[in-house]
């Protein structure tokens, strides 16, 4: 795998590039190698998890001085969420370089937000271990802890949508499922959402909830512009 690239795209230079590797390797590509339960993402994913949580728990505390403890959690919850890390990961291209089996990949699983967003916490997790909390920290305040207003926007965008219903009158807005497919363990959900019956935003999740809050994100940016 040439990560020299990936390297370049997130300002960081590994000193032992097998963690990068690690990070980027989908269990399911590792399974069908046979390959060692260590040289998948997972454990990766775990340790750069609470890295995550660590920098963005200090970032809110010195830079929200105000912010109650409740704000601070929703806030920091809108910035990690698997949505927020998967758009993140898809800013860098993160899909183009995880390394899936043959059937995760012909199934879409490099765009998947559960697999993106847990490779770039993987990331986190071999940047942690190569260079320290400091060289964490830098990555995540520029892929994570920017845009922040968007981010928070996209976290809670059916309540969002809602309050700017509400204050523009009498309007009706509701969700369709459009579709579900997939096994048990993997649904994907589509929905749309409506105003007054005219169909506007329309989202696609693991979740029905996770589809409806970018159907309703979608919405919001239609109705905006």
């Known amino acids: 795998m040439d990560v020299k690239i990936f390297e370049e795209k997130i300002g960081y230079s590994f000193q032992d590039v097998s963690l990068l590797q690690d990070a980027l390797t989908h269990s399911s590509f590792a399974n ?3 390959w060692a339960y260590e040289r998948n993402n ?7 998890d609470a890295v995550l949580e660590l920098v963005s728990s200090d970032f809110m505390f010195h830079e929200h001085r105000s912010d109650t403890e409740g704000k601070m ?13 998967a758009g993140s990961a898809r800013e860098l291209g993160l899909g183009d370089y995880i ?3 043959k059937g995760e990949r012909a199934t879409g699983g490099a765009e998947r937000d559960s697999i993106l967003s847990d490779a770039f916490e993987a990331v986190i997790g071999a940047i942690y271990l190569d260079g320290g909390l400091e060289s964490a ?17 996209f976290y809670d965008s059916k309540t969002v949508l809602q309050e700017m219903i509400q204050d ?9 499922l459009i579709s579900e497919s997939g096994p048990d ?6 929905v749309r959402c409506n105003l007054d019956g005219t169909p506007m935003g329309t989202g ?8 409806e809050q970018k159907a309703a994100y979608e919405t919001i940016l239609k109705i905006r512009n």
Request: with cysteine; net charge positive; glycine share 10%.
């Open 185 to 190: 363990h993997a649904k994907e959900f589509v």
């Open 73 to 85: 959690t929703k806030l920091r919850a809108s910035l990690v969420c698997e949505q927020s890390l």
């Open 137 to 153: 920290a830098a990555f995540i305040r520029q892929f994570v802890l920017s845009d922040i207003e968007d981010k928070k926007l």
């Open 42 to 48: 997972e454990r990766l994913e775990f340790l750069g």
């Open 32 to 34: 069908e190698r046979g």
């Open 99 to 101: 390394r899936l089996g």
């Open 168 to 176: 523009g009158g009498n309007h009706r807005l509701s969700y369709e």
């Open 204 to 211: 696609t999740g693991k979740s029905k909830k996770a589809a």
